[in-house]
């Protein structure tokens, strides 16, 4: 944190200045792929700059950032903790990479929502950019590995002892679920008694267990509640790169099903998709040129494409895959997500692909051959079931993933995302919700599936709202949803201008209209309400 100069937030001139900062950190890469976090970020910095500073509570942020009700409560519904926890390690990593030089410093102080301004101190800028060779030892020693040490209980009562012994047991277990994860047990060192206070004892325990990540906490008795403190370190650097804080109720009739629901989150914010593991690791390896990849290296820019659905990222995630396949022709998750870029080639006009379509579906049935059980295999082939409009495949493939591992928030999401394209809106909605719950973090484009919730109620002034959370102007998608809401609305100048957004991103989709609204929306009747509006421009 810096120790500088705090900027007079009555001063225009030091406003402008925070302002100028606030835009240079939402548009840096650590931000591009989450929108909402651009949102909350900008928000708590407005509303401090107009003097709102004192409303900045979780109940406010809730409501006008998360579209929760008035019945908001911040106890069973952790969404701006856990949100504002992603913003304050995000400026971290803005801080320690692209903003090294930055003069002013913003940041959100852990248990308060009002950012802090100041002016970096000499002594706290760097005088040269961080060069990337300075690292590539750490670089190339990160890898999805992970041990859970045991979490301490720091009451005397052996009870409690018993209960924190379990819960590590059982996050270990469900950890163990996510295929792209490599869990180390901690009796492999022999020795456990461990001790994390320094960097020096995280990085031994990397050493001999040959993790990249530990995870522990502790737990602390509070009347009827135990107060459970979990972390996660990086193994190579000694780095917390992860802290929350979770309440469980001893009274309760069922201790099982609330410690099963903290566990379910902690994996969520660790293991899943975009996981914090993940995208610790992506960050170590972004320098690197698709031929350096390794396969696993290759899955990360994948994952990296799949928050921007965006050409530019879409191309060297497509040459990583290509190449992981050739390298490990053995490796499902790599055949899996290769089937979803090609599907992706046609649906979205990503590149001119021949026969791109059944490319994908051999992929996806090569991916689930190798591995019956992976998740992501299983979800590949929902998506080739998606691809050609076959509901009954999709849900069962869908039906699946969401067995294999209920705690994989964004596969859990993308199952109800596509039911939803499919119109299976009750079942995909559920989903979805789940997937929320466990872990916000999404990309944008599961909008879509709100966005078709409501057109089909004809619902269109809700369907524009959630239209704002499509924050993918590149993709040829959201004009065109844009598009037929204002033909909907009787807004004709509007739904024109929209539509000649469509066709520069998309010039074909004219001559294949037919073939683009197919690829997403399965659903007839959905697929009917479009070409029908589309119909009257």
């Known amino acids: ?83 504002a926890g992603r913003v304050r390690r995000s400026l971290d990593t803005y801080y320690f990479t692209e903003g090294a030089n930055d003069a002013l410093y913003i940041s959100v102080p852990k248990g308060r929502y009002v950012p802090s301004f100041k ?45 924190a012994d379990g819960f590590g047991e059982e996050l270990a277990t469900e950890l163990s679920r996510f295929d792209t994860l490599n869990v180390v047990s901690m009796y492999a060192m022999g020795d456990t008694s461990f001790n994390l206070n320094t960097a020096a004892d995280i990085s031994q325990i990397g050493k001999q267990l040959k993790v990249s990540f530990i995870t522990s906490g502790t737990m602390r008795a509070l009347n009827n509640q135990i107060r459970i403190h979990a972390r996660l370190y990086r193994a190579d650097t000694g ?29 969520a914010e660790l293991a899943s998709s975009f996981g914090i593991i993940h995208r610790e690791i992506y960050q170590s390896c972004n320098h690197k040129k698709v031929t350096q990849l390794s396969s696993y290296e290759a899955t990360l820019r994948y994952r990296h494409y799949l928050m921007t659905l ?46 791109a379509s059944e490319l994908g579906f051999e992929c996806a049935r090569k991916a689930v051959e190798l591995d019956t059980n992976n998740q992501e295999c299983q979800m590949a082939l929902a998506m080739g079931y998606l691809s050609r409009g076959d509901q009954a495949g999709l849900i069962d493939a869908v039906n699946k993933v969401v067995t294999l591992n209920p705690n994989a928030a964004y596969q859990v999401g993308l199952a109800g995302w596509a039911l939803c394209l499919a119109g299976e809106f009750e079942q995909g909605r559920e989903l979805l919700a789940n997937s929320k719950a466990l872990n916000p973090f999404r990309p944008p484009w599961f909008a879509l599936a709100d966005i078709l919730y409501f057109y089909a109620k004809q619902d269109f002034e809700q369907a524009f709202k959630a239209l704002d959370q499509f924050s993918l102007s590149k993709l040829y998608w959201q004009p065109l949803l844009r598009c037929v809401l204002h033909i909907e609305k ?29 690829a997403y929306l399965v659903c007839p009747s959905l697929k009917q309400q479009f070409i029908s509006a589309l119909d009257k421009l």
Not at 490 to 508: I, N
């Open 1 to 83: 944190m810096a120790n500088g100069k705090n900027l007079d937030l009555n001063n225009q001139q030091h406003q402008i200045l925070i302002r100028e900062q606030l835009e240079r950190i939402v548009e840096s890469s650590v931000f591009e792929q989450s929108p909402k976090m651009k949102e909350l970020l900008s928000y708590l910095v407005d509303q401090t700059l107009q003097g709102n500073g004192d409303r900045l509570k979780q109940f406010t942020i809730a409501i006008e950032i998360f579209d929760r009700g008035v019945d908001f409560d911040h106890q069973s519904d952790p969404i701006v903790r856990i949100q």
């Open 239 to 267: 780095q917390q790169v992860w802290a929350e804080k979770y309440t469980c109720d001893m009274s309760t009739d069922d201790l099982f099903e609330a410690q099963d629901q903290i566990i379910a989150e902690i994996v």
């Open 119 to 163: 002016l970096r101190s000499e002594q706290e800028l760097n005088p040269q950019p961080i060069a990337p060779a300075a690292k590539p030892a750490e670089i190339e020693s990160l890898s999805p590995s992970i041990t859970v040490l045991p979490f301490l209980s720091l009451a005397e009562d052996n009870s409690q002892q018993f209960f």
């Open 490 to 518: 009787g807004e004709f100048a509007q739904a024109k201008s929209a539509y000649l957004k469509v066709l520069e991103l998309c010039p074909d989709f004219k001559q294949r209209r037919e073939d683009y609204l197919s």
């Open 310 to 355: 965006s050409k530019e990222h879409y191309q060297p995630a497509l040459e990583a895959l290509q190449q992981a396949t050739q390298q490990e022709p053995e490796y499902a998750l790599a055949w899996a997500m290769l089937a979803v870029l090609y599907f992706d080639a046609d649906k979205l006009a990503m590149a001119e692909i021949a026969n």
